[in-house]
């Protein structure tokens, strides 16, 4: 299987309760490798920008006024599979449905504070890893 990066974000919700730590603890024991980090403060700009595919949305003005309430935490992860294997230790978006031992189980409020963000696909990984870090910010 082919070595992938996906993005992810650690949201405002788990930032202010300080969840960072068991966040990463969850993404390593998945089996994935955090290559690039930094903590940082959305503008609402970079929002609408990274949730542009939603500005139709009705949820789409309290999503961008949530991703940047707080600092977000900006992640490439690396390894086997890596978007579909993040995607499972995320859990389902709404943490009503979310299995046991994920992230949204363990620590979402609700599926709009759910705590973490992971790329859907290859190409929407590219993008929202060019748009938060520079090439030499990644350390494989
Ligand atoms: P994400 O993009 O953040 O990784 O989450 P996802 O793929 O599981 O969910 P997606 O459908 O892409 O929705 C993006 C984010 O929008 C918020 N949302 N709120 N209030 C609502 O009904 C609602 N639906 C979605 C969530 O924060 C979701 O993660
Ligand atoms: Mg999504």
């Known amino acids: 299987m082919a070595i992938e990066r996906t993005f992810s974000i650690i949201k405002p919700d788990a930032t202010k309760r300080n969840l960072t730590g068991k966040i990463n603890s969850i993404i390593e024991g998945a089996g994935l490798r955090i290559v690039a980090q930094k903590r940082i403060r959305m503008t609402r700009e970079q929002a609408e920008t990274f949730y542009a595919v939603h500005k139709e949305r009705p949820f789409f003005g309290e999503l961008v006024?949530?991703?940047?309430s707080e600092p977000v935490v900006v992640q490439v992860l690396e390894g086997e599979n890596a978007i579909a294997k993040?995607?499972?230790?995320?859990?389902?978006?709404?943490?009503?449905?979310a299995a046991p031992g994920t992230i949204r189980k363990e620590h979402a409020l609700s599926v709009g504070e759910n705590s973490v963000h992971g790329s859907d696909a290859p190409e929407t990984a590219a993008i929202e890893i060019a748009q938060f870090?520079?090439?030499?910010?990644i350390v494989g």
């Open 65 to 68: 006024d949530f991703m940047i």
């Open 86 to 97: 993040y995607r499972e230790a995320m859990g389902a978006t709404n943490p009503a449905n």
């Open 133 to 137: 870090f520079a090439g030499n910010e």
